[in-house]
């Protein structure tokens, strides 16, 4: 079966800092997504990767992809507070079909 | 291109009940999957819909079940509402195997007293 783990389930970080989000499965898939969410709301796509190696930034968030460890992180580059939301990780199940399994999700607060 | 839109946004049921969510998928989509997502958790796959077919379920019992109609849109219903199933359902839609792109729709808040 199929688990996905994140960490750490709480983050809170001052304006301006670095940090990184690990997210780790524990059985083989190709692709890895990140969503945030804010409260009340629903997900919005932040990154898909798809094979190993793979890097991806967007403004001051950058994702990456290691199939082998299967571990993926989302790195923050000094972070101001419009970051703050929960973030979450999803893996796609074996054999596709996008039918994908999410972590707890980190919580991210940016305090100014 | 019309996004993915749920309804009804909120609503409030009294345990035993039934319930029915509707999801109507992106233009163009023919993929509609279910999520439930509880307070403070991450989503869980419900069940997903590929032309009007059951393809894959999570461990959710009998009492989920659901529809997807000719034109895409998609329907979740639950009978004999617990407690337990207070969350918030999410839609998500995609074209089967164009690669990965699922677009999640603005969620359906439960609330069972």
């Known amino acids: 079966e199929l688990k996905v783990e994140q960490n750490p389930l709480f983050l809170s970080m001052q304006e301006g800092k670095n940090y990184t989000i690990y997210c780790n499965y524990s059985?083989?898939?190709?692709?890895l997504y990140w969503y945030r969410q804010d409260p009340g709301k629903s997900l919005e796509s932040l990154f898909v990767l798809l094979s190993n190696g793979a890097v991806k930034q967007e403004g001051r968030l950058m994702a990456s992809l290691d199939t082998k460890a299967r571990l993926s992180t989302l790195h923050i580059t000094a972070a101001v507070h419009d970051l703050s939301a929960t973030y979450f990780c999803a893996v796609e199940r074996q054999g596709g079909s996008e039918k994908l399994v999410f972590g707890k999700g980190t919580k991210l607060t940016v305090n100014p | 291109e019309t996004g993915v839109t749920q309804s009804p946004t909120h609503l409030i049921k009294t345990r035993g009940q039934q319930v029915t969510l509707r999801c109507s998928s992106q233009?163009?989509?023919?993929?509609v999957s279910w999520y439930q997502q509880a307070l403070g958790q991450g989503p869980q796959f419900i069940f997903q819909?590929?032309?009007?077919?059951?393809?894959g379920r999570g461990n959710f019992p009998p009492r989920f079940s659901g529809l997807q109609f000719p034109n895409y849109s998609s329907e979740l219903n639950v009978n004999a509402l617990e407690l337990d199933d207070s969350a918030l359902y999410l839609c998500?839609?995609?074209?089967?195997?164009?690669?990965?792109?699922?677009?999640f729709g603005p969620g359906t808040r439960l609330t069972v007293t």
């Open positions: 819909y590929y032309r009007e077919e059951e393809n």
């Open positions: 059985t083989t898939s190709d692709r």
């Open positions: 233009s163009g989509h023919n993929t």
């Open positions: 998500a839609s995609s074209y089967y195997r164009d690669g990965y792109e699922q677009y």
